[in-house]
């Protein structure tokens, strides 16, 4: 069985600090994609980044930064210097080589002007 | 990248009454459709899974015969919410995928309300 475990459920910082988002999971599968979402108030998921689990390169995109850990299997999100902009419930994913997708509970960010 | 549409993107209908959601897979034949849940400030959950051609299967506590899907084309799934009711009031949102080594693809997701 597959599980995400998103520790965090709320999250409050003032603009401009930086922020880690902490994603766990489990699975027994050794090929399965790990995802994070945004979902702002309107409900949509945005997707954010995708990382195949033979892939452990970790990524940066502007302030958004991601780190894959196998060893722990860990998927951790940062963003740095956070804007008011970025306050939305973020989710990480777990899916299959099958396309099943386990999320977190998520995570909500709030950031304070 | 693919493209998946879903709609409609947001419904209210009246206690009693059916709705239909769909989604389509724009860029790839979907071998396999996902449904997932997600009520108001709570995770996005697995409804059911329907392969083209074939029956649904339904995850433990969701009604096969209240959450009618329909998956007989490689590009189009429907969910229908029959006979609806408040506490069905939730964000429904389908996953298309394909055969082979698969990534995720989500549609825009529909946000039902029954009154």
């Known amino acids: 069985a597959q599980k995400v475990t998103q520790a965090q459920t709320e999250i409050s910082v003032v603009e401009k600090e930086d922020v880690t988002l902490d994603c766990v999971y489990e699975t027994r599968d050794t090929t399965y994609y790990l995802f994070w979402y945004k979902q702002p108030p309107s409900g949509e998921l945005v997707f954010l980044i995708r990382r195949n689990s033979f892939d452990e390169q970790n990524e940066i995109s502007g302030r958004y930064s991601w780190n894959f850990q196998k060893s722990t299997s860990s998927f951790n999100f940062t963003i740095t210097a956070s804007q008011v902009v970025d306050s939305a419930v973020y989710f990480c994913?777990?899916?299959?080589?099958?396309?099943?997708?386990?999320f977190g509970d998520g995570t909500t960010l709030t950031v304070k002007p | 990248g693919a493209v998946v549409s879903q709609h409609p993107s947001w419904v209210i209908c009246k206690s009693g009454t059916s709705v239909k959601i769909e989604c389509r897979s724009l860029d790839f034949q979907a071998t396999t459709m996902f449904w997932y849940r997600q009520f108001p400030k709570q995770s996005l959950m697995l409804m059911a899974t329907?392969?083209?051609?074939?029956?649904?299967?339904?995850e433990q506590g969701v009604e096969k015969d209240k959450f009618l899907i329909n998956h007989a084309s490689l590009t189009l799934s429907t969910l229908t919410v029959t006979s609806a009711h408040p506490e069905d009031s939730s964000f429904y949102i389908c996953?298309?995928?394909?055969?082979?080594?698969?990534?995720?693809?989500f549609g825009q997701g529909t946000r039902l309300t029954v009154v």
């Open positions: 329907s392969n083209e051609g074939s029956k649904a299967t339904y």
């Open positions: 996953s298309p995928a394909r055969s082979g080594p698969t990534e995720a693809f």
């Open positions: 994913a777990l899916t299959s080589n099958a396309g099943k997708s386990t």
